[in-house]
């Protein structure tokens, strides 16, 4: 493959540079590698929603949707540098979920598809993912929620938790047991449902820094048109796991986010002294940061690499299972402890306390990044085996 990028493409990324210049203005500890620590709260949602709109009126946020869902089927390339740029800004995700974006277009129906894709498109849905249950994490196909057909419509009950953003979204795609009898990965359907239905509860869960991104979410005899499913009913699971694939695959904007990261705290270093001396004059800060560099780099190479397999008709299971598991190792356990162990005892700051680096956002991140190896479908240990198993054929 080619890594280069066209004429066409790099004018392009200096159109987006120019856009956010004047369009996107964030708090100074949005900027610092993408996601800010408060954005759940109620004016960050408004910013996003607003930026958002931008970029509907822009035509850029379906540019890689197929042009018969609405999209423009974008190139790789403007692709590549339309997420690049947006998160190496610390700007909102460019572009719908592609996590259900892609189930809804693959497994939709008609009815579906014309309701849905087209609010999609506009910025107009908040989506909730319920999948994960008390005793169904890694293990998602022993789930319990029950789900039982009653005329028109499915009578859901179960609990679901850890479901990201469920107290502002206005729907939700939700996987149910139609059949009890059934071994356990084939009895299973995927529902859309609307988070205002009578019967759905919420319950906060706070993390560390104590801030309300999660919910359970109960559901007590919620009923749900029948022709609000993905796919098959009893095979859910299959389409299931086309949402866990977008999921589960990194895309260039990671390594963009860390780039931006990086570079802030490099900036940081420049302005900052321990004991009189510059950070930078430490030898063995100089390679770690270097070292880093490096990795994002590889990172960054291999999300090229998954975009050029997909726009070649591939699937590229084997390549995007690798660069999510690498940036979650990355992530978790090298880049964010690197940053914290060079700034010492500022890590304990928050964000924007006076004696604070970098508005506190270096040890927010790093305990933010205590989870993410649990997040997003379980990125970091399920990896290995999705490598081995689909990846590379390997057998159980």
Request: charged fraction near 25%; proline fraction near 5%.
């Amino acid at each position: 493959m080619d890594y280069r990028f066209s004429s066409e493409d790099e004018a392009f990324r200096q159109e987006v540079k120019d856009f956010l210049r004047e369009e996107w203005h964030p708090v100074p500890y949005r900027q610092y590698g993408g996601i800010a620590a408060d954005m759940e709260l109620p004016e960050i949602q408004a910013q996003t929603h607003e930026f958002t709109k931008k970029l509907v009126d822009k035509g850029w946020y379906t540019m890689s949707w197929p042009e018969e869902a609405g999209g423009q089927d974008a190139p790789a390339g403007r692709q590549i540098v339309y997420a690049e740029e947006l998160a190496y800004a610390g700007a909102p995700q460019g572009a719908p979920a592609g996590n259900i974006t892609g189930a809804i277009m693959i497994h939709g129906s008609p009815r579906l598809k014309s309701e849905f894709l087209p609010q999609m498109a506009n910025g107009d849905i908040e989506w909730a993912q319920g999948f994960s249950e008390p005793n169904a994490g890694t293990d998602l196909a022993s789930l319990q929620t029950r789900a039982v057909k009653d005329g028109d419509s499915y009578v859901v009950s179960g609990q679901k938790i850890w479901t990201s953003g469920a107290y502002r979204a206005n729907w939700g795609h939700f996987l149910v047991r139609t059949d009890q009898d059934a071994p356990k990965h084939r009895g299973i359907s995927y529902l859309v449902v609307d988070m205002k239905t009578p019967g759905i509860t919420l319950r906060p869960l706070y993390d560390m820094l104590g801030r309300h991104y999660w919910s359970e979410v109960f559901l007590d005899e919620v009923r749900v048109p029948a022709d609000n499913m993905l796919g098959e009913e009893n095979r859910g699971w299959y389409a299931a796991m086309t949402t866990l694939n977008f999921e589960r695959t990194g895309g260039p904007g990671r390594a963009a986010g860390l780039l931006a990261h990086l570079d802030h705290f490099l900036d940081m270093c420049k302005e900052t002294k321990f004991n009189g001396k510059p950070v930078l004059d430490d030898v063995t800060v100089k390679r770690q940061l270097a070292d880093l560099r490096i990795q994002i780099e590889i990172t960054r190479a291999l999300s090229y690499r998954v975009a050029w397999v997909n726009s070649h008709g591939g699937e590229a299971v084997l390549e995007g299972s690798t660069l999510n598991y690498r940036s979650h190792l990355l992530t978790q356990f090298q880049f964010e402890p690197t940053l914290v162990k060079i700034i010492r005892y500022h890590r304990l700051f928050g964000i924007d306390e006076e004696r604070a680096l970098g508005h506190g956002m270096y040890g927010t991140r790093y305990t933010m990044d205590q989870g993410h190896g649990f997040a997003g479908g379980g990125g970091l240990w399920l990896a290995p085996n999705i490598i081995a198993q689909r990846g590379l054929g390997l057998p159980r």
